[in-house]
């Protein structure tokens, strides 16, 4: 009988998993457009300027002020910018597992389920490794559904108030939240 990984080990693992694909990731200056949009916006907010007037891209709010407050707690570094990102990645993958392990009953099942969410999330070469709109609201979707899964008032509550989260994120989500309902 082998020894079962409890849910902490298990995030730190899928934590782990994700630095290490994406750690030659976090040296280039520029990983795609869309990143460096985010972070001039994010310091520009920081700096007084103000969201659609002074400065203006097609995303909701959400982005921008996350890479605000990244840029408030790391200043320009990138190189931080970008394991945060990483260690999203881990949490939602450890989310994506215990979605699994709930709906299907199966650890292994559960288990490649979260590694494969990293590996396709860290390995693309286009535009899978920059931290993006989707790493965020992924970890807003997959916390949602979890929530879903155990049917109680306060589930569906606190289940809305993320989706909330993601929508300003990207309003993809909506969509998402859709389907759940």
């Known amino acids: 009988m082998k020894p079962e990984l409890s849910e902490k080990k ?35 907010i920081l ?13 909701p709010v959400g982005i ?3 890479y605000a407050l990244l840029e408030l707690i790391f200043g320009d570094s990138i190189f931080m910018k970008r ?3 990483a260690i ?26 979260g590694l494969i969410y990293i590996i396709y999330t ?19 979707t997959i916390s949602t559904l979890l929530l879903f899964l155990n049917p109680r008032k306060s589930n569906f509550f606190l289940g809305g108030l993320i989706t909330g989260i993601g ?3 990207k309003y993809l989500v909506l969509f998402d939240l859709a389907a759940f309902m």
Do not use: C, Q
């Not at 693992?13 to 985010?38: A, K, M, Q």
């Not at 969201?51 to 097609?58: A, I, N, R």
């Not at 989310?95 to 389920?113: G, T």
């Open 64 to 66: 921008f002020l996350f």
């Open 122 to 140: 860290s390995t693309w070469t286009l535009h899978g490794r920059s931290p993006n709109t989707e790493l965020l609201f992924n970890l807003t």
């Open 83 to 85: 394991l945060i990102f």
């Open 88 to 113: 999203i990645v881990g949490i939602t993958a450890s989310l994506v597992s215990r979605v699994s392990k709930k709906m299907f009953d199966n650890k292994k099942v559960a288990f490649a389920s």
């Open 10 to 44: 298990l995030l730190f693992f899928f934590i782990l998993i994700s630095v290490i694909l994406r750690f030659f990731s976090f040296f280039p200056s520029v990983l795609d457009h869309d990143e460096s949009t985010y972070m001039i916006i994010g310091r520009d």
């Open 167 to 169: 929508f300003i994120i």
């Open 47 to 59: 700096n007084g300027k103000s969201l659609y007037t002074d400065v203006t891209d097609t995303k």
